[in-house]
């Protein structure tokens, strides 16, 4: 049985609970709880890959580049992993990305942790200029790239000629310290996606889904693997997820309520933010994630709610909450 394995989202310049604070000021905050996850023993850091804040109203706000930021924290870390959730396929060639995975794996000391996906906010690529295609052909795209990452990490010079990607005689150097090459996380949904999941992936995630879904998922990976003939077992199953952790019910009342639309209960609250939210004292909190580890989930990337409360709820969680998940 595979040993349960807790990363966490970094702060990523979004913090307009402290609007007053410059943009070095927000690195030194991303900084401050990457040092201290690390002194707590949390697997991983991650990021996310978007230009913007993803979600809400807020995309006048700071957000810092996923693999700037990672390059910056790897330098004042050096033990905790550190990766995407997950890198948006079409924002950078496989080849382009293919170097900077490899580099910062050696500048990490051997610490990445790549995760990929197929690219899903539409809003974020016609800003940027990035043309959007449907769904199926965002997944074909994310085949050929991690086949071409994967050639590139391996092989001294590595040619590849797909349906929307080429390379010829492409060098990758460094090449990742780790061998034979960092662990692949694929992050996502439906069953296309899940098709390259069992291809490629040493780990698969689900952001913010529910137990109920993500067990649906882990079958229908199940199913793919079948079809290629590999062991599912090989793929750690894995879940991006919302928690809420405070010491008792009045210190969760208290969280809520800066949180919160006035007049809202903590039920509507949760029912509104729609995802999937791991919310409430420790034994709460522990009740819900063994939800996960029931149906196979062994590796939880947690995103703690409110940023003003982040370096309390990663004593709290790291405390109370992860040595009971076994």
């Keep these: 049985m595979k040993s349960i394995q807790v990363g966490l989202t970094l702060p990523q ?55 700037t930021l990672l390059s910056a924290i ?10 995407q959730v997950v890198t948006c396929n079409s924002y950078r060639s496989p080849a382009l990305l293919a170097k900077m995975s490899s580099t910062l794996d050696a ?15 539409e809003y974020e690529y016609k800003s940027y200029g990035y043309h959007f295609d449907k769904a199926s052909t965002r997944i074909e795209q994310l085949d050929e790239s991690i086949s071409i990452i994967k050639k590139m990490w391996q092989k001294e010079k590595s040619t590849f000629n797909g349906k929307h990607y080429s390379i010829k005689n ?10 034979p090459y960092p662990p692949i996380m694929v992050g996502g949904a439906g069953q296309k996606l899940m098709a390259v999941v069992a291809k490629h992936a040493t780990r698969y995630n689900h952001p913010f889904g529910t137990p109920e879904i993500l067990q649906n998922k882990i079958e229908m990976l199940k199913t793919q693997c079948k079809k290629i003939k590999r062991d599912h077992s090989e793929i750690e199953n894995s879940v991006l997820l919302r928690v809420l952790v405070g010491k008792d019910n009045e210190n969760v009342k208290q969280i809520v309520s800066k949180l919160k639309k006035k007049n809202e209960s903590i039920a509507e609250f949760v029912t509104r933010s729609k995802d999937s939210i791991a919310l409430g004292t420790p034994d709460d909190v522990i009740d819900y994630l063994r939800k996960y580890i029931d149906i196979g989930i062994s590796y939880f990337i947690v995103n703690f709610i409110g940023l003003s409360n982040s370096l309390e709820m990663l004593s709290l969680f790291s405390e109370k909450v992860r040595p009971q998940l076994k």
């Design 13 to 67: 310049g979004w913090l307009d609970e402290f609007p007053d604070n410059n943009a070095y000021d927000q690195f030194l905050f991303s900084k401050s709880v990457a040092l201290k996850a690390e002194q707590l023993g949390y697997n991983a850091g991650y990021v996310y890959d978007h230009f913007i804040p993803y979600y809400g109203d807020k995309r006048t706000m700071p957000f810092f580049e996923a693999y």
């Design 170 to 179: 492409a060098i990758c150097s460094p090449k990742p310290l780790q061998k």
């Design 74 to 83: 790897a330098g004042v870390t050096s033990k905790l992993r550190i990766g």
């Design 107 to 121: 500048i990490s000391n051997g610490r990445l942790e790549f995760g990929i996906g197929a690219g899903w906010f």
